[in-house]
């Protein structure tokens, strides 16, 4: 079992920066590809951006691209996710997703295994 927790979120006016963070259980997760999506009420939780296990490898969605940044620290068994320039369209709960079940895509939520609970971003106009 592995367990993810976000912290980090909050209210941050248009052109500001927050950074997420997700910790994560276990002594494997160096070998967890990991995920952040986003999700407004009433919408299909959305990709954001993923990093493979070693961290070499990073994937965004063109939303976020050249803004938003994934990072791993394996040491500390977190992964983060550093918001530039942010957007009021950006405003959403942001999940931390765990372990790519298939290996197929790094886009689709039913690939991912394990979630945490969300943290709320809020991009005030």
């Known amino acids: 079992q592995v367990q993810l927790v976000e912290s980090g979120g909050g209210l941050v006016q248009a052109g500001g920066s927050l950074r997420l963070s997700c910790a994560a259980s276990?002594?494997?997760?160096?070998?967890?590809?990991m995920a952040w999506f986003r999700q407004t009420p009433g919408k299909e939780r959305e990709f954001v951006a993923a990093i493979n296990w070693s961290g070499d490898r990073t994937y965004y969605a063109d939303s976020v691209k050249g803004r938003f940044t994934i990072s791993r620290d394996n040491a500390k068994n977190t992964v983060s996710l550093q918001m530039n320039s942010l957007k009021p369209e950006d405003t959403a709960v942001y999940y931390c997703?765990?372990?790519?079940?298939?290996?197929?895509?790094?886009?689709?939520?039913?690939?991912?295994?394990?979630w945490g609970q969300g943290t709320q971003v809020t991009v005030s106009s």
């Open positions: 276990g002594r494997t997760f160096s070998m967890y590809d």
């Open positions: 997703a765990g372990i790519r079940k298939y290996g197929r895509s790094w886009s689709d939520f039913g690939e991912y295994r394990y």
